[in-house]
């Protein structure tokens, strides 16, 4: 199936062709699906960057039913804009790697478009992948998210890498503001596109164990946002604990601990009386929030337990 590529170079005809024959430093990909409502702020960020040498954005739609493209087509005249189709498989994933094999420069950073990156952050990350091969960003939860969510919510990447949840394995980093020498991304295969979740948790892991190391840039700063839908972040939990076990089924034997569900029930009961105890309703909001949280990981747990 080919893809349909929608090239956008900021500038007159003449800069145009000398922008299109100069390769680029780094590509910048963003998977967006149904991003019309956050991609502007994202697009915003990018087109505000001050990074001297050449660089091209790649836009992969996995197939948007809103006005995701035309909003990016908006960005055409600041940005070094590629829109590219990426329906062909639903997923983050499959819109990643399609992204990347549209990529033209040695370095890639994956940004998504529900983020904003903050100034200086892709300078940031160039000169941290020229010393080493797999970088992650800083997150910031302040910014694009209310005080309620900001107390609910764990953002690890704030102060350093990811650790898997209550395992003693391998680091990792969300893919949003990831980062990467093309070499190695070639190397491990790109991202796993049978995996709806956690797939960035892969590729990271994949990345160490090939014997590339994985470094926090903690001058690369992105805003994260926080889903703000109760029922979605709910169901987002489930799905990561369900594929918590396929992770754990793929890296058991290379060191991945299994999940203790009683340590999982003890939490919960330990979030149920915090509930209970709340003495007021923003406190109680947000624990019930951390509660319904760790709740749909479980289920999510046992879902890929009874599926195995």
């Given at each position: 199936m080919s893809t349909t590529l929608e090239q956008y170079v900021p500038g007159d005809v003449a800069t145009t062709l000398v922008a299109v024959a100069t390769t680029p430093r780094i590509s910048v990909i963003m998977p967006v699906y149904n991003g019309e409502d956050t991609i502007a702020v994202q697009l915003e960020a990018l087109a505000s960057q001050t990074f001297d040498g050449a660089w091209e954005l790649i836009v992969a739609d996995n197939g948007s039913t809103d006005g995701t493209r035309t909003a990016a087509r908006r960005y055409a005249g600041r940005l070094p804009l590629h829109l590219i189709d990426a329906s062909r498989v639903r997923g983050a994933a499959h819109a990643r790697?399609?992204?990347?094999s549209h990529a033209r420069a040695p370095l890639l950073a994956f940004v998504d478009a529900?983020?904003?990156?903050?100034?200086?952050?892709?300078?940031?990350?160039?000169?941290?992948?020229?010393?080493?091969?797999?970088?992650?960003?800083?997150?910031?939860?302040?910014?694009?998210?209310?005080?309620?969510?900001?107390g609910s919510r764990r953002l690890a990447q704030e102060v350093?890498?990811?650790?898997?949840?209550?395992?003693?394995?391998?680091?990792?980093?969300?893919?949003?503001?990831?980062?990467?020498?093309?070499?190695?991304?070639?190397?491990?295969?790109g991202f796993d596109e049978s995996l709806l979740r956690l797939q960035d948790t892969d590729y990271c892991w994949r990345a160490q164990l090939a014997g590339f190391s994985l470094h926090f840039e903690h001058t690369a700063l992105v805003h994260y946002?926080?889903?703000?839908?109760?029922?979605?972040?709910?169901?987002?939990?489930?799905l990561y604990g369900r594929y918590d076990g396929h992770l754990y089924n793929r890296y058991a034997k290379k060191g991945m601990r299994h999940v203790s569900l009683w340590r999982d029930l003890r939490v919960i009961a330990e979030r149920t009386i915090g509930v209970v105890m709340s003495r007021t309703s923003a406190i109680r909001a947000k624990r019930g929030r951390l509660l319904a949280n760790r709740v749909g990981i479980v289920v999510g747990r046992l879902e890929s337990l009874r599926s195995k």
């Open positions: 790697n399609v992204g990347a529900d983020d904003e990156v903050a100034p200086g952050w892709l300078a940031s990350i160039v000169t941290a992948l020229d010393m080493h091969p797999v970088v992650a960003s800083k997150f910031d939860k302040n910014r694009l998210n209310p005080p309620a969510l900001r350093g890498l990811g650790a898997h949840d209550y395992a003693d394995f391998l680091p990792h980093a969300s893919g949003s503001g990831l980062a990467i020498q093309r070499s190695v991304h070639a190397a491990i295969g946002r926080f889903r703000t839908s109760t029922s979605r972040s709910i169901a987002q939990a489930f």
